[in-house]
């Protein structure tokens, strides 16, 4: 082969995974969740590597048993569950109107 197209078949041809490999690196594999708003839903997949969407169950394994201390119920606010010992203490009634304070101190 003559020496200019050596030349020229040395810089274009990339075999390792290092610095000249990265150049190329310009299509995204993965996108944003619409369940769990993190970078890891792939596109070609169309699965989310983090939460399993567009499963029906949350993604979590028994081997990662951090990451599901991470995720688990009291991470959040949890709306629904910090009113249910008043609740129940109560026993659940609901549109009732109070009794008058003034009446039972009297």
Do not use: D
């Amino acid at each position: 082969l003559p020496l200019s197209t050596q030349l020229t078949h040395r810089l274009t041809m990339v075999v390792g995974k290092g610095t000249a490999s990265f150049g190329k690196r310009h299509n995204k594999t993965h996108t944003l969740c619409r369940r769990c708003g993190r970078v890891t839903y792939h596109i070609q997949k169309s699965t989310c590597g983090a939460c399993g969407y567009p499963s029906a169950h949350l993604r979590s394994y028994n081997w990662a048993t951090k990451a599901q201390r991470r995720r688990t119920t009291g991470t959040g606010r949890c709306r629904y569950i910090k009113t249910l010992p008043r609740r129940f203490k109560n026993g659940f009634r609901e549109g009732g109107v109070a009794k008058s304070q003034k009446k039972r101190a009297a």
